[in-house]
C-alpha cells in the first residue's frame, strides 16, 4: 500500500505529470468561453438548452454551463494543486540545502568546460588568488587547496534565479488560496436608484434587485454604508456614441452614518467607490418616466418608476408603471380598479407612422406611447411578476383591459371614460449600480505581482559557474580558467571574457589589449 | 475635443504604405530564399566536381559565377531588411498619427490593437534579425503580419473616433498596449516553430525551407528566447486586465470569454516553459505546444471578438 501511495505521489508529482495537467487545465477551461455560461447569463443557457433539445441537456448535466464550478474543472485543479506542492517541498530543501552549501569543487580538466582560457602570469599563486577573490566580489566563492600544491577558487552566481522561480509558483498557490478565500466570503448586488436623491443602504439582501452570495455569506452581516444619487449626468457623441457617465452621489459609513454626515462623491464608469470595504460601481443608467393618476375621487398619486432600455443605442425604453387605486381597502373591489401605464418611451423621439421611435440616447424631445389598463394586475395572485411589464396572464384572460393608447409629450394629460386623469409631468434618470465586496482581493493582487516579479527574476537571471585555478610554474603562475553556465549557455560567454579581461589587466600590467580575451561558446 | 481628419486620413495613408512596403520586402525575401538555395546546391556540386576531377584550374570558373549570383542574393536579402525598417516607420508614424488625431492612445479598437500587435512582431523580428542568422525566414515572418494587416484594414477598418466610457482609463493604455506587446512578440516565435516543425518532419512539399541545420538550431534558441521574454510581458498584461476590470467592471476576474482564452494561452505557454525542463518534449514537442499557444492568441483575436458576445467586444469590435 505504501508502495502504491508512494507511487501515485511520484507520478502525481513529476514534471510530465504537471504538463498534461496544464494541457488539461486550459482544455478544461476552453468551454467556458464557447458555451453560454450560467453565472454571466442564465437566460442564454436557457435560451441554449431549449434549442439543442437532448445534447443541450446532456452538456447541463455535465456541468457545461458551470464549467468553473463543475466537478471535472475542480478536479483537474486540484490535481495540479496537489502536483504543484509536490513539486515545491522537495524543491524548496533543495533550496534550502543549497542556500547554505558550498560551489562546486573545481574540475580537473578546466580546459573540456565550454568557456575557459589558459594563460601564464608572473605573479605568484597567492597574488592570483587575491586579485581572483577581488575581481569575483559578488560571486560566492570557495577557495580551496589541492594536491599537487595548485590552489582554485570556485564561484558560482545566480542563486536568485532559484529563488525567484519558488516565489513564482509559491505565488500561484498563495493567489489559488486567496481565491478560494474570496469565494467564500465575496457578494455582489445590483440594484437600481433614481437619480433624484434616492437612497439605497446596504443593510440586507431585500434591498438589492439581485444578490449574489458567496458560500459563507448569509446577507445579515453586510459592511453597513448608505448611498444617494442626487443627479446623473451622461455625454453623447453625435453619432450616439456615449461620451462619458457621471453619477454625482453622496455616502456616508462608519462614523457618518451616527453623525449623519453625507460626502459627494462622483462615481464614473472607471472610477468605483470605495468605501467601509466595499465598493460601489455605475453599471448603467437609464429612464424613468414620471406620471400622475388623479382619480375621479380628486385623489392624486404620483409614481416614478424606471423602464429599462430596450436599444442601447438609441435608449428606446419599455416598461409598465403600476397604481393602486388609493383609499380602498376591498381587496375584489381594488382588483377592479388597478392601474397600469405601460408601453414605450423614447429620449428623442421620432414618429414612424403612429410609432414611437428614438433618434438620439440622450434627453431631447422626450414621449411616450402607452397604453392605459385597468383591472387586476394580479399582485395577490402569489406568482412573482417582473416590475418592467404587466402579469400577460391577467390580460389575456381579461381581467386587465386596455382603456386608453395615446402618445403623450411632458406635461400632456388624457382623461379616461370613468374622469380619472392621467399626466406625462416629466422624466428622471436612474442609475445601476452594484455593490462588490471581495476581502481577499489584494491579497490575490500581492500574489499576482509576486508571480510576475518572481517570473521575471527566474527567467532574466542565469545561474553561472566559474572556475579558477593557479599552478606554481617556473616563475610564475599557470592560470586556468573554466566557465558554465547551469541552465542557458546565451549570453555567458561575454561576461565570462570580462571576468578573463579584468583579471589578466589585473596581474599583467603592461599586457597589450590587441589579444583580447573572449569566451569561446562551444 | 474633435477629431483631426486630416491627421487621420495621413495615418490610413501610412498604413497602406507600411502593408505595401512589407509585401515588396516580402517578395525581396523570397527572391532571397529561393536564389540563396540553389546557390547551396551548386556549391554542392561544385565539390563533388572538384572530387570528381581532381584538378584545381576546372572548378574555378563555376565558383565565380555561383558567387556573382550569390552576392545579387545577399544585396536582394539586404534591401529587404531596410524595406522592412522603412515599413516599421511607416507602421509607427500610422499609429502615431491616429493617436493624435483622436487625443488617445491608438489601440481603442480591433484595427488599431491589430496595428500595434503587428508593429511589435515585425520589430521583434528585427530584433531577432540581429541578433541570429535568419534572415531567409523573413517571408514566412511578414506573411503573417501582411494577412493581419490586410485583414484589419479591409474588414475591421474603424473611422478614427473617440472610445466609450468603460474604455476612457490610463489602464486602457497599460493593459491593451502590454498585450499587445506580448502577443506580438509570441506571434514571430510561432511562425518560427511552424517551419521548424515542418523541417523537422521533412513533408516532401517543405524541402524547399530553409536549411535546417540553421532552423533547427538557431530557429529554435531564437523560439525559445523571444518566447521567454514575451512570457513575463503577457503575465503582466493579464493581470493589468485584472486590475483594470476590478475598476471598471466590479470585478478583477470573471470568467468573461475573452479572459478565459487569455488564461487558455497563458496556460499552453506555461506548460512550453515547463517543457524544456522534461526529457523527451524538447524540440519538436515545445514546438507543437508554442504553436498551439499561439493558435490560442489568434483564436481570442478572432473568434473571440467576432463570434462570442463577451465584455471585450466595443462597439461591434
Known sequence: ?522 | MDINQTLSSYSDWCYGIAVGAYVVAMLFYLYEQAFGYRRRVAAGKRELVAVGAGGSESVEEPEETVLERDNRAERVGKLAVSLTVFGVMLHVAALALRGLATHRAPWGNMYEFGAVLCLVAVGTWLVVLRKYPVRHLGVWVLLPVVVLMFLGGVLLYTTAAPVQPALQSYWLVIHVFTIASGSGILLVPGVVSILYLLKVRKPAWATRLPAADVLDQVAYRATVRATVFAFPIYTAGVIFGAIWAEESWGRFWGWDPKETVAFVAWVVYAAYLHSRATAGWRGGRAAIINIVGMAAMIFNLFFINLVTAGLHSYAGV
Not at chain 1, 311 to 339: C, H, I, W
Open chain 1, 1 to 522: 500500500v505504501i508502495a502504491l501511495l508512494r507511487n501515485t505521489w511520484r507520478g502525481l508529482t513529476s514534471m510530465r505529470t504537471a504538463l498534461v495537467l496544464l494541457f488539461l487545465l486550459a482544455l478544461a477551461a476552453l468551454p467556458g468561453a464557447l458555451l453560454p455560461q450560467r453565472s454571466l447569463n442564465a437566460q442564454k443557457v436557457d435560451d441554449y438548452v431549449a434549442s439543442h433539445g437532448w445534447w443541450g441537456q446532456l452538456l447541463d448535466r455535465l456541468e457545461f454551463y458551470n464549467v468553473y464550478g463543475s466537478v471535472w474543472f475542480s478536479a483537474v485543479y486540484l490535481l495540479l494543486f496537489i502536483s504543484l506542492v509536490g513539486c515545491l517541498l522537495p524543491r524548496s530543501l533543495d533550496y534550502a540545502k543549497a542556500a547554505r552549501g558550498k560551489p562546486v569543487i573545481t574540475p580537473r580538466n578546466l580546459a573540456r568546460l565550454p568557456h575557459h582560457h589558459e594563460t601564464t602570469v608572473d605573479a605568484t599563486p597567492s597574488e592570483v588568488m587575491a586579485t581572483a577573490k577581488e575581481r569575483l566580489k559578488g560571486w560566492r566563492l570557495q577557495e580551496r587547496e589541492e594536491e599537487d600544491g595548485a590552489r582554485s577558487i570556485s564561484a558560482e552566481r545566480g542563486y536568485l534565479r532559484e529563488t525567484g522561480n519558488l516565489v513564482f509558483h509559491f505565488a500561484m498557490l498563495g493567489l489559488i488560496i486567496a481565491l478560494a478565500i474570496g469565494k467564500m466570503y465575496q457578494y455582489e448586488g445590483q440594484v437600481v436608484v433614481l437619480a433624484n436623491g434616492s437612497q439605497f443602504c446596504n443593510s440586507g439582501t431585500l434591498s438589492y434587485d439581485t444578490f449574489r452570495p458567496g458560500l459563507r455569506v448569509d446577507g445579515t452581516d453586510l459592511d453597513p454604508f448608505c448611498v444617494k444619487v442626487d443627479d446623473f449626468t451622461a455625454n453623447f457623441l453625435p453619432t450616439g456614441q456615449a461620451d462619458y457617465y457621471r453619477a454625482d452621489i453622496e455616502y456616508q459609513s462608519g462614523e457618518d452614518l451616527t453623525t449623519n454626515t453625507w460626502r459627494p462623491y462622483k462615481l464614473e464608469v472607471n472610477s468605483p467607490l470605495r468605501t467601509a470595504g466595499d465598493r460601489v460601481y455605475l453599471l448603467s443608467h437609464g429612464y424613468a418616466p414620471v406620471f400622475t393618476v388623479t382619480f375621479p375621487d380628486g385623489k392624486k398619486r404620483t409614481h416614478t418608476t424606471q423602464w429599462r432600455p430596450v436599444n442601447q443605442m438609441t435608449y428606446l425604453s419599455e416598461g409598465a408603471t403600476k397604481f393602486d387605486p388609493p383609499g380602498v381597502t376591498d381587496p375584489a373591489q381594488r382588483r377592479q380598479r388597478q392601474l397600469a401605464i405601460t408601453g414605450l418611451f423614447a429620449p428623442t423621439a421620432v414618429m414612424q407612422g403612429d410609432l414611437l421611435g428614438s433618434a438620439f440616447p440622450d434627453m431631447r424631445d422626450p414621449a411616450v406611447a402607452i397604453d392605459v389598463l385597468k383591472g387586476d394586475l394580479g399582485n395577490e395572485s402569489g406568482r412573482g411578476q417582473s416590475i418592467y411589464e404587466v402579469d400577460q396572464e391577467m390580460v389575456d384572460s381579461g381581467r386587465l383591459k386596455r382603456v386608453a393608447r395615446e402618445n403623450m409629450r411632458p406635461g400632456d394629460q388624457i382623461t379616461l371614460d370613468d374622469g380619472t386623469k392621467i399626466s406625462f409631468d416629466g422624466v428622471q434618470r436612474w442609475v445601476y449600480l452594484q455593490v462588490s465586496h471581495d476581502p481577499s482581493q489584494v491579497w490575490v493582487l500581492v500574489f499576482a505581482v509576486l508571480i510576475v516579479l518572481g517570473l521575471g527574476t527566474s527567467l532574466v537571471i542565469k545561474r553561472r559557474r566559474l572556475w579558477v585555478r593557479a599552478v606554481p610554474a617556473d616563475g610564475g603562475t599557470v592560470l586556468l580558467l573554466g566557465g558554465l553556465a547551469r541552465t542557458d549557455q546565451a549570453g555567458y560567454g561575454e561576461e565570462f571574457g570580462r571576468v578573463t579581461e579584468d583579471l589578466l589587466d589585473e596581474l599583467v600590467p603592461e599586457r597589450e589589449h590587441a589579444d583580447a580575451v573572449t569566451g569561446r561558446e562551444t
